[in-house]
């Protein structure tokens, strides 16, 4: 949620700033903005592409700062656009968060003779910054006083005119990454846009600031004292960030499924004993074997993960589990104790809200475990243990790749506590085999892509969407539902198909199809009675089904098949369809699902 990127070195940065910015869009594109001590500051609404029909020929130089904007305090205009400026037009900042006391800050800085230009709670930045410069020569430490006086959240760069080499950084809930090259230096909301010039890094912590200068970093905490931390190399290439020949971020990554799927198993199944080996638990092997309650804490689509999940673990592992949206957990008074585990699960491992349930979590005694995508994100750093997902970056900001690869995590956590609890061997065993053949099932269902390209063309007409499914299959259909509500705008729900007939099904005619997850499973027949009633009130049907049901094709108006596989593992194949229909759904409307409305990607405010 906004992107911040900054260069210090010896190339020309506004190229690089730009580039920068295009790779961080997905955090949000309410209007984007550049500046460089040595030609000055452009603004513009809109996203990269509108900013950089506004640059000068002649704007050039070493340094600079650049801001993608999700707008908060302010509508999306080219006023409130950052990079903000002091008075003085000397300093400048680009932030990430929200300042919650800037309205106080505001009038006391209007009051000793501060003009504001725009709407935003970011320019109170830029002036406390200025404020201070007179009584310091340094800009650093005009930085770090000021700092002293806001609260809230921030992850910002900030230039002057007169240290055109220097940025500063600072990270307090809003993340910030430190690019380490020789002789440059980048500093980003995530490490995707530093990725293509290095791949050391350094991940700030919450109430520090980092000085960057082309061939050296300092990094501080916010009483003065110094840090010392090392850089650490990201395993993943400039080539996982681009779209490689596919349209958008979204199809190439619901593609990359299989491959996906292989690297979140990748040492993980011990096949002859059922167990799963996940060594990033075993620092808390003993504080396991007490956990009698599981607590998963997530937002969005990992939060219909964490709803999957929550079926795995009771059914497999005979351990009771919640699921709860971080925006409520931390609200709650949530009983918890040392034999709970609170779950985070995230593909950024940066949710704001996630990240307070953690906290949360943390500060009532629980042991608090991590499904997290992005490597060294605040909440894999926080949780006292966890398992990565090694799905790569994911660009699309309707999470596809990232859910399927936590449901996978999920399996693995089953068979990890289901094994040393009441799971026997061979069901252990058979789950592992079964686990092990799921990449190649997934392949078999994106190679059927022309097929759910077509339907789309069939239902674009469709102004609603009811999804439903049972048991495991239940949360897919929410998760149905929320991707093609994201991507392309269209009215949809999510429902319990046994829930359908105490409400949803009073909407039900010919033009409100519905999409059916019934594999052949243990609640399968109960489905069909289900799809019975919508085609008797004349409702069509999408039926998501298991290869080789005929009955199916003859209720349904259209079937799409997924192949067989055990309950425990079928929402990991009926999904995949489910985010292709919302891509292709998307697409007929001329839509750009990388680029949703309204959405951003990594959401760090509350
Ligand atoms: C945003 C994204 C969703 C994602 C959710 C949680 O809303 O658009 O796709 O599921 O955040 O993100 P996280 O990074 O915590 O998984």
């Known amino acids: 949620m906004c992107g911040i990127f900054a260069y210090t070195g010896s190339k ?20 984007a903005g550049v500046f460089m001590p040595e030609s000055g500051v452009v603004r513009a609404k809109g996203a990269v592409a509108e900013l950089r029909k506004k640059i000068p020929k002649n704007f050039t130089g070493r340094s600079g700062i650049a801001h993608l904007r999700w707008a908060t305090h302010g509508e999306p205009s080219e006023k409130n656009a950052h990079p903000h400026a002091d008075c003085g037009g000397n300093i400048y900042v680009a932030h990430n968060g929200i300042i919650e006391n800037f309205r106080e800050l505001k009038r006391a800085l209007q009051s000793k003779g501060h003009t504001f230009r725009s709407d935003t709670d970011t320019e109170v930045l830029a002036h406390l910054i200025e404020e201070h410069m007179a009584h310091t020569k340094k800009f650093e430490h005009a930085v770090l006083t000021a700092l002293h006086e806001v609260r ?33 230096r980048f500093v980003a909301s995530d490490p995707s846009p530093i990725i293509p010039h290095t791949q050391k890094v350094i991940f700030l912590e919450d109430g520090e600031v980092a000085v960057i200068m082309p061939t050296s970093h300092a990094i501080v905490k916010l009483d003065a004292t110094k840090v010392k931390r090392g850089a650490t190399t990201i395993d993943w290439g400039a080539e996982k960030v681009k779209k490689n020949g596919h349209k958008h971020f979204m199809l190439k990554e619901i593609m990359e499924g299989p491959e996906v799927l292989e690297n979140t198993l990748r040492g993980r199944l011990v096949l002859e004993k059922g167990r799963a080996k996940l060594g990033g638990l075993e620092s808390v092997a003993k504080e396991l074997k007490k956990i009698e309650r599981f607590i998963i804490v997530a937002c ?55 990240l307070a349930a953690v906290r949360e979590g943390k500060k009532r005694g629980a042991l608090t475990l991590g499904i997290v995508n992005a490597v060294g994100s605040t909440i894999a750093r926080e949780t006292d243990a966890g398992v990565y997902n090694h799905a ?52 078999v269902i994106l190679a059927n892509h022309g097929k759910i390209e077509k339907l789309a063309k069939k239902y674009a007409y469709a102004r609603d969407f009811l ?54 499973d243990s609640v399968y027949e109960k489905n069909l009675s289900n799809i019975h009633e919508l085609k008797a009130r004349g409702g069509p049907v999408i039926a998501i089904a298991t290869e080789g049901n005929t009955e199916i094709a003859k209720i349904a108006d259209d079937c799409v098949y997924v192949p067989k596989t055990i309950e425990i593992l079928s929402p990991i194949l009926s999904v995949v369809p489910l985010q292709l229909f919302a891509y292709y759904m998307a697409h007929q409307k001329g839509l750009n699902p990388d680029r949703p409305r309204n959405l951003a990607k990594s959401v760090t405010v509350e």
């Open 300 to 354: 969005g689509t990992a939060y219909y993960a964490g709803l999957i999940g929550e079926y795995m673990l009771e059914e497999y592992a005979g351990i009771p589990v919640e699921v709860e949206l971080g925006s409520e957990f931390r609200y709650r008074s949530p009983v918890l104790n040392q034999r709970t585990a609170v779950i985070a699960i995230s593909q950024s491992g940066e949710t704001a809200d996630t």
């Open 152 to 184: 809230g959240t921030y992850g910002l760069v900030a230039q002057c005119k007169a240290n055109p080499d220097k940025i500063v950084a600072a990270r307090m809930g809003s993340p910030v990454v430190l690019g380490v090259g020789t002789r440059e």
């Open 467 to 520: 999804f439903i499914g049972r048991k495991y299959n239940y949360p897919v259909a929410l998760e149905g539902a929320i991707k093609l509500k994201e991507v392309s705008y269209i009215h949809a729900e999510g429902y319990a198909s046994g829930e359908m007939k105490h409400g949803p099904i009073a909407m039900i005619d010919k033009k409100f199809p519905t999409v059916a997850v019934v594999p052949s």
């Open 12 to 31: 020309n940065a506004g190229p690089l700033l730009l580039k920068g910015l295009v790779s961080l869009e997905y955090r949000g594109y309410d209007s």
């Open 392 to 443: 790569g970056p994911e660009m699309g900001v309707a999470s596809t790749k990232a859910l399927i690869s936590q449901l996978e995590a999920l399996v693995l956590f089953t068979l990890f506590f289901g094994r040393e609890r009441q799971m026997s061997l061979r069901t252990g065993c058979e789950i592992a085999q079964e686990l092990k053949t799921i990449p190649e099932k997934v392949a």
